[in-house]
T-cell receptor
Framework: AQSVTQLDSQVPVFEEAPVELRCNYSSSVSVYLFWYVQYPNQGLQLLLKYLSGSTLVESINGFEAEFNKSQTSFHLRKPSVHISDTAEYFC?????????????FGSGTRLQVQP | SAVISQKPSRDICQRGTSLTIQCQVDSQVTMMFWYRQQPGQSLTLIATANQGSEATYESGFVIDKFPISRPNLTFSTLTVSNMSPEDSSIYLC???????????FGPGTRLTVT
């Protein structure tokens, strides 16, 4: 069974500072990888995804994530955060080989951007 | 993409009663799922809602407790039966629109059982 590890439950950071949210997955098969964001009192929104091709994927609001197969990681980064980035971020995987599209989620990382 | 709505958005229910949550997608989708997000925790998959056949439940979830219907490609319901305070949670519906597309989530139903 797949598992997703987000080592940091909370990440406090000052506005305009860079941030990295870590995600490691445990799987012996090919996977699709996703980052979701959940703003306070809102539903989950797909932030970005890795399917194939370039290992670096970007979102429209400045986040990027890099797929590293050898380290089974998919860390999320942003060079300069804003107050509005305060949210819960979830890393998730699905199994590419079987086509099972259900997602396995990590435990989440709460990003707290301080002025 | 897909836009997903859920009803009700929240409810407070008494122990021993049942609540049915509705999920509507604005387009036909092949896969629909139900997740639970307990307070301060991540999402746990309850089941995959299969159109025209019985839902596929994950370990720890059973049909008698969480019956699911999916009569067509745009609609599904989840019933939380014989509720107890431990069922207090946010229940989310999601839809998958293609291989590797990820899933689109509804706004969730916040359930409190007293």
């Amino acid at each position: 069974a797949q598992s997703v590890t987000q080592l940091d439950s909370q990440v406090p950071v000052f506005e305009e500072a860079p941030v990295e949210l870590r995600c490691n997955y445990s799987s012996s098969v090919s996977v699709y990888l996703f980052w979701y964001v959940q703003y306070p009192n809102q539903g989950l929104q797909l932030l970005l995804k890795y399917l194939s091709g370039s290992t670096l994927v970007e979102s429209i609001n400045g986040f990027e994530a890099e797929f590293n197969k050898s380290q089974t990681s998919f860390h999320l980064r942003k060079p300069s955060v804003h107050i509005s980035d305060t949210a819960e971020y979830f890393c998730a995987v699905s199994d590419r080989r079987t086509g099972r599209r259900a997602l396995t989620f990590g435990s989440g990382t709460r990003l707290q951007v301080q002025p | 993409s897909a836009v997903i709505s859920q009803k009700p958005s929240r409810d407070i229910c008494q122990r021993g009663t049942s609540l049915t949550i509705q999920c509507q997608v604005d387009s036909q989708v092949t896969m629909m799922f139900w997740y639970r997000q307990q307070p301060g925790q991540s999402l746990t998959l309850i089941a995959t809602a299969n159109q025209g056949s019985e839902a596929t439940y994950e370990s720890g979830f059973v049909i008698d407790k969480f019956p699911i219907s999916r009569p067509n490609l745009t609609f599904s319901t989840l019933t939380v039966s014989n509720m107890s305070p431990e069922d207090s949670s946010i229940y989310l519906c999601s839809a998958g629109v293609g291989p590797g597309s990820g899933q689109y989530f509804g706004p969730g139903t916040r359930l409190t059982v007293t």
